[in-house]
């Protein structure tokens, strides 16, 4: 009688953490918090690039808090995000604000070399 408890034990708890390994999915219909975030770029040239860098990272399996959708419109990039609760919201807006802020910089950097009419960055540095 005592083998036959240690088993059912065993067993309830194998399914106890086999249901704590479930991660739960955004509710696409019914998010409890959602933010839109309008920038505003320079040109559409620099929004588009934005919008190509920041496309890989909405697409992400089933199990997150948060769903970030990118749209641009001109010069004009619009994210959206929606989640289940403010804590993960405030994490996916820091996130994809973050990412914005490095390919901004990124293009700073990466801009004088690729000057009008010049097809090869390093075409300008060698011929010098």
């Given at each position: 009688m005592l083998k036959l408890r240690?088993?059912?034990?065993k067993k309830s708890r194998k399914r106890h953490l086999e249901r704590k390994k479930l991660q739960p999915t955004t509710r696409k219909d019914n998010?409890?918090?959602?933010?839109?975030?309008e920038i505003?770029?320079?040109?559409s040239r620099i929004a588009n690039t934005i919008y190509a860098s920041l496309l890989p990272e909405t697409r992400q399996p089933p199990g997150f808090r948060?769903?970030?959708?990118?749209?641009h419109d001109g010069r004009?990039?619009?994210?959206?995000?929606?989640?289940?609760?403010?804590?993960?919201?405030?994490?996916a807006s820091n996130t994809f604000l973050r990412?914005?802020?490095?390919a901004i910089k990124t293009l700073n950097v990466v801009a004088p070399f690729y000057r009008a009419g010049e097809s090869d960055p390093l075409l300008g540095q060698l011929g010098k």
């Open positions: 240690k088993r059912l034990k998010p409890r918090a959602e933010i839109t975030i505003d770029l320079p040109s948060s769903r970030t959708t990118v749209r004009v990039l619009r994210l959206n995000i929606k989640a289940e609760d403010i804590v993960a919201l405030r994490a990412f914005v802020s490095v």
